[in-house]
């Protein structure tokens, strides 16, 4: 029970993460003190970029981790959609260590990336041989599983498209909640299935997951957790950033949430089953993949877990599972040319920055970055006196010029070190040097991705749809 109890203290902690001043880390003794060289590296070291096409909905998408966990228990996967132009990310916060994280991370793109996939190209597919990496190209990720654990999970892959192609095709938030809730299924019917340590290690692990599925300009995400997603949105009459979340959390700060739980379960349990902000007052999350120990009937805990991992693995007043489901909330957003970026992040950003300040961060730093490219005159005539105003509006911005080039690094950078005066190198660098004992009670593994949108070439398919289907420009009777 040790290891819930401090479960518990770590959560309370880093909800409570703005409290803990700059002099409360200073207590700590013989911290070492890094260089700004130093610094930049361990921020820096998992920096990835990846450009697309200039003709794409897509411009490009700037991604970063800052573990503090060990091993780090997020993960993150991006990937193009084959066989039609599309694009799929998400972010992965395990628990309970990083079993589940990293294999939901790379198997939920391969299901989705089917799942959306035209009926008639999957069943070509399938006489073809298709395998679970035959539908999307992954941009990040160089590692596969394990040999011995390959087979079971191409397996259930296979088993899943095969139903998939007996079945009509459905919206794509449907296929999406599909995906995660047969994923999970087969977290745990494998485990159960092999005995094997490795495999149940996953379904016991968990993990929470936002994930984002971009086809044409039809934007969904799909969230189980509390990880985050917002969209930076340009407001064209007052050139202000504006935030629109794409998710909601499914914690015990969400009231709609809670009564769905308890109205699940007999009244008895009104009192047991939601405990100190805590599901059976262990788990902070109210959606999760894996954690079957807080899905799986009281015997198959009983007859198959306990005997390998213990009687401390059974929660508190477990009487009528499953008290958990990884089915998502899909939010769908169809993209405007004023859309800019959309930013997904595990809790460890936002239990720094709020969602008004990431998007308004990120925008500073994509004008930043404007001023660094190759000026650009518009069309047609222009005076001498406007050529004058843009050079004098670079010139400033040059004094804007950001330390880091990546956007998810410039986040993580303000989360660790920002003060009323600005970044403080020293405050970042006592972050950094935490033993790893201690780390964890301060900051949490922090994921960022941030995708820029390519806003002319969304403004040129607005229009397209506009002079395609002018209906729908007119408005409508009241109903």
């Avoid at 009564?259 to 959606?287: F, K, V, Y």
Wanted: net charge negative.
């Amino acid at each position: 029970m040790f290891k819930f109890v401090l479960h518990d203290a770590i959560g309370y902690v880093r909800n409570n993460v703005r409290e803990f001043s700059l002099n409360a880390l200073r207590l700590l003794p013989q911290l070492p003190q890094l260089s700004p060289y130093d610094v930049n590296l361990a921020l820096r070291e998992n920096e990835f970029i990846y450009n697309f096409p200039l003709d794409g909905i897509i411009h490009s998408y700037e991604t970063n981790q800052l573990g503090s966990n060990s091993p780090c228990e997020d993960s993150r996967t991006e990937a193009s959609l084959l066989y039609r132009n599309g694009f799929i990310c998400g972010i992965f916060d395990g628990h309970g260590g990083a079993a589940c994280g990293q294999v939901v991370s790379k198997r939920l793109l391969r299901y989705i990336s089917a799942g959306t996939l035209p009926r008639q190209v999957l069943r070509e597919q399938l006489k073809q041989g298709c395998t679970s990496q035959s539908f999307l190209k992954c941009h990040n990720d160089n590692v596969d599983f394990v040999s011995e654990i390959r087979p079971i999970y191409e397996n259930s892959f296979q088993q899943y498209i095969k139903r998939l192609s007996e079945e009509p095709q459905r919206d794509v938030a449907s296929e999406l909640q599909q995906a995660f809730v047969q994923l999970d299924e087969d977290l745990a019917l494998e485990a159960l299935a092999t005995n094997d340590v490795r495999t149940m290690s996953v379904a016991l692990s968990g993990a929470v997951a936002c994930l984002v599925h971009l086809e044409g300009l039809q934007l969904h995400v799909a969230s189980t957790g509390d990880c985050g997603a917002v969209l930076g949105v340009l407001d064209p009459q007052t050139n202000q950033w504006q935030p629109k979340k794409l998710n909601i959390e499914h914690n015990a700060d969400n009231m709609q949430e809670v009564d769905r739980i308890l109205g699940e379960h007999p009244r008895e349990e009104r009192e047991t089953i939601i405990r100190n902000g805590r599901l059976l007052s262990q788990l902070a999350p109210l959606r999760a993949f894996g954690d079957y120990r807080y899905k799986w009937p009281v015997d198959t805990m009983q007859q198959k877990v306990v005997p390998m991992f213990g009687e401390h693995v059974m929660p508190p007043n477990y009487y009528t599972p499953p008290y958990l489901t990884a089915r998502p909330d899909v939010q769908q957003h169809e993209l405007g040319a004023n859309d800019k970026f959309l930013v997904i992040a595990s809790d460890g950003l936002w239990d720094f920055l709020s969602p008004s300040e990431v998007v308004s961060l990120v925008g500073e730093h994509l004008n930043s970055k404007k001023m660094l490219e190759p000026m650009r005159l518009p069309p047609g005539d222009i005076k001498l006196k406007e050529i004058s105003e843009q050079l004098a509006e670079r010139k400033a911005g040059l004094t804007r010029k950001p330390i880091d080039s990546n956007a998810a690094t410039h986040l993580i950078r303000h989360a660790l070190g920002a003060t009323e005066y600005g970044i403080e190198h020293s405050k970042i660098s006592y972050y950094l040097s935490l033993p790893q004992d201690v780390v964890r009670l301060y900051r949490d593994d922090i994921t960022i991705t941030v995708i820029y949108f390519n806003s002319e070439h969304i403004a040129k398919l607005n229009h397209e749809n506009q002079t395609q289907n002018p209906c729908q420009t007119q408005p409508q009777p009241a109903a």
